[in-house]
């Protein structure tokens, strides 16, 4: 029999000092924010992805605390792997033909507008179903490879180089990373379990349930389920599960799903893995004769044109001025004047949009003004008013007066929130 979820909520009112301290992930104020052109553009920013995966089987492990489980993720060091990734994003955007799609990628697309850019080409994952392929060699050799219909897109890492390549349009993308740091370079997006679940642990402390919930099987891997919830009223995040390998502690798959119900907003997970070294022609690459190649900028040049260093990943969404879940947007670097309401998983970013409020009408130009107000409700209250665009994750209000506040909360939340601001 699998063991039954844990009694123990890792809370910080239930945990003792030391263990609410080990939970907790200090709260780092966010300065770094993406103000979106629409709720689309919201949306890609801020979440990254999502796959949906049968389970099957329940294995019967030893028994394990919440505590132990989160230990045994954090001391995880698996240095090599090669296997495939399903992931499935459904934010409940509206059906925009496909269009939607080349949105996301515009919305998040370099100046030099290269199509083999991995900050723009990712961004494509937080819309839909994809397949990826990736493989580790240690913190310097990682790919990670997009699978699509006749075509494929890849970001290979081998030593101080980045290269990204869209087989599609024959591009590619050139970068390098520091290597006296001793950082890997990073996906743009949080595009693995790994990833997700690193983010979304950043958003665990008093207001946060967490506890054991069983075992699974993912990929033929016997793991642990992790579930973190929400202690707190009006986030629209419901429970994040994660599978955890039993052996290596490497998170095998990650299922965000909203409270409202419903399936999935983010489901990602592994349907193959091994653990064996990578041929090393894993990591090889050169540029495809009559591709088109641009030179992107050495590592930590990016900061200037605000994208981040070209290394690094984009700000995922950020947990009361942090880099987890729970609020909207975290990082390190942004626009002046931001502030963050509230605490936890019900905290909300408010920065300014150079002083003008949501398009509409004749405002926006006729009949896109109308179809930018389609995707959006009015709404009033002390604040005074304002257009909130939702998904079923990531809501943001764009107030007549040219203010933003995003986060992962009910519109009523926002609308508390910019009274509160007042």
């Known amino acids: ?23 907790r992930v200090g709260r780092r104020k966010a300065v770094r924010y993406v103000v979106p052109v629409t709720v689309i553009g919201v949306a890609a920013a801020t979440i990254g992805l ?47 033909g496909g269009l939607e799609s080349g949105l996301l990628s ?28 990736v493989a580790a060699d240690g913190p310097d050799r990682q790919k990670l490879s997009l699978l699509e219909n006749a075509a494929e897109y890849s970001v290979i890492h081998n030593g101080k180089n ?17 290597e006296s740091t001793g950082k890997k370079a990073e996906s743009p997006v949080p595009a693995t379990p790994k990833d997700l679940t690193e983010d979304a642990l950043k958003a665990v402390d008093d207001t946060t349930s967490v506890t054991v919930d069983g075992t699974v099987q993912v990929a033929g891997r016997d793991a642990y389920k992790l579930l973190v919830k929400p202690k707190q009223s009006g986030s629209t995040v419901g429970a994040i599960s994660v599978a955890v390998d039993a052996k290596t502690g490497l998170p095998l798959k990650f299922t965000l799903t909203p409270a409202s119900g419903g399936a999935a907003v983010v489901d990602a997970g592994f349907t193959q893995v091994t653990f064996a070294k990578p041929a090393a022609s894993t990591f090889d690459f050169t540029a495809p004769k009559g591709a088109k190649v641009t030179e992107g900028d050495e590592a930590g040049k990016g900061e200037e044109s605000g994208r981040g260093d070209k290394g690094g990943r984009r700000p995922a969404p950020g947990h009361g001025g942090s880099d987890g879940f729970a609020g909207a947007f975290g990082g390190q670097g942004g626009p002046e004047g931001l502030n963050v309401i509230g605490e936890g998983w019900t905290s909300v970013a408010v920065f300014g949009a150079g002083g003008e409020g949501a398009p509409s009408g004749a ?60």
Do not use: C
């Open 162 to 178: 980045v290269w990204g390549y869209d087989s599609g349009s024959n591009e590619v993308y050139h970068s390098t990373v520091d």
């Open 1 to 23: 029999m699998a063991p039954k979820a844990s009694d123990d909520t890792m809370t910080g009112g239930d945990a003792t000092g030391g263990e609410a301290e080990d939970l």
């Open 50 to 96: 999502v796959p949906a995966l049968a389970d099957s089987g329940d294995p019967d492990l030893p028994k394990i605390t919440a505590q132990q489980l989160l230990d045994k993720i954090a001391a995880s060091d698996v240095q090599q792997l090669s296997g495939t990734v399903k992931i499935t994003t459904d934010l409940g955007l509206p059906d925009l």
């Open 363 to 422: 405002e926006a130009g006729g009949d896109l003004g109308g179809f930018l107000g389609s995707l959006g409700d009015k709404v009033s209250g002390k604040f005074g008013s304002g257009t909130v665009f939702s998904t079923r994750l990531i809501n943001a209000l764009m107030t007549d007066d040219g203010k933003v506040y995003v986060g992962a909360v009910t519109k009523d939340a926002l609308v508390k929130a910019a009274d509160a601001g007042k």
């Open 106 to 133: 515009g919305a998040a697309k370099g100046d030099d507008g290269s199509a083999a850019d991995p900050s723009a080409k990712l961004t494509e994952l937080a819309s839909g179903t994809h397949t990826l392929r």
